[in-house]
């Protein structure tokens, strides 16, 4: 027997969310549903709750306001996902989990750090590099204050190559971003964009680099002589 | 400009991410999303973060939660196939812990060989795949993608050989790639490695 892949969960609601987000069932039913639910997805929950560290206290803490912030306003949260109808429901689960998660951290410990500007300077200087390997390595040599030849060079390198990812399709940039900002492996970029596997993401990467390579050409940027 | 729908603080909502993560995005709606993502690392880490989390295998087998364990097991299978190629030379003999699939020399991992199509010009109506058995009870999947890795086709099948269906067409004149993964009955996997021919013109 052959089976389509990827297999669908049925249409419309789980069956457990279906009864617990039914009109007016009585509280008696409203509790069974809420505790069958629990039992389904409790071992998911605290995964998640574990997951951003801390002693137990913390991820008790956590679990209590996921629990509180799922059931608040008559499961307003878990009606979102009856609303929209797509994808399954333990990832949408795990989304909004883990969100309350870091609302909850946010709102004791404070917000963290947004990305600095150096660590974006440094992923587009790796990208830069990766992409000039090959070219001429007197033009492209570490710029230094008292060359300002050097350095009007690099600065032409890197403005060439900003625009030049600029225009490029969107995947292509995440695909960029996933590795060269975030440092992800080929085999999470796959699993995150959807490719089969991680040689796919070597294969697109590799077609990208030499696009950008092609654009630095056609702004006069050489390769090497051999 | 918030043409996809993003929360009251300019990133992704839950619904989006959820999607994407799942496979449910198609055309404009996905290029938008992916161009939000390239541009937003706090997103990005999100869908990051979420996906390690939904890799770990505790989400319930229940019908309404069924992970998709064949893209997972696509991922980890070519992963561990890449490990062997470069293992084998070195890690032989009978105190390996590689195992031995059916019709392999001792010592070898297993991995399943392809009968067809490799390299071959194949018409575009009529693609069809085989391959020799893994081993017994075990069920195996194809993945088929273009050029690009989009994937244009997956079935699981218990069989060594499928045909192409027809509402799944191939265009003349172009290259496709597939693998098959096998999950075999003692809970190994094996893996084809990627595949590659072309349509007749």
Known sequence: MVSTEPEREPAGLPPVLSELLAPDPGEDVRDRAWYAFLEQHDRLLRHICRSLGGDSDAEMDRYARVLEELRTDDFRRLRRFAADGRGRFTTWLTVVTRRICLDHERSRYGRASPTSDADTRSARRRLADLVAANLDPDRLGAPAPDHPVARLEWEEVRAALHRATAGLDPEDRLLLALRFADDLSAREIAEVVGFPTPFHVYRRLNAILARLKEVLAEHGIEEAPA | ?201
């Open chain 2, 1 to 201: 400009m918030n043409d996809i729908g993003l929360d009251a603080r300019e990133h992704l909502t839950e619904a989006l991410v959820a999607a994407w993560l799942d496979g449910e995005l198609g055309g404009d709606e996905r290029a938008r999303v992916a161009a939000h993502l390239a541009d937003c690392d706090i997103c990005r880490e999100e869908i990051v973060s979420v996906r390690r989390l939904l890799g770990h295998d505790l989400v319930e087998e229940s019908p309404a939660g069924r992970r998709r364990p064949v893209r997972y097991l696509a991922a980890v299978a070519a992963a561990a196939a890449a490990v062997w190629f470069l293992l084998v030379p070195t890690m032989q003999g009978p105190d390996s812990r590689l195992r031995s699939g059916p019709g392999s020399e001792a010592g070898a991992v297993a991995a399943i060989r392809i009968l067809g199509p490799v390299g071959d010009a194949v018409r575009a109506d009529e693609a069809s795949f085989t391959w020799r058995r893994a081993g017994r009870d075990a069920q195996y999947t194809l993945t088929l993608t273009d050029a690009a890795g989009a994937v244009l086709w997956r079935v699981s099948t218990p069989d060594t050989a499928v045909v192409l269906p027809d509402d799944v067409p191939l265009e003349a004149a172009r290259d496709y790639y597939w693998t098959v993964d096998a999950l075999l009955a003692d809970g190994e996997t094996a893996t084809s490695g990627l595949q590659g021919f072309e349509t007749a013109p």
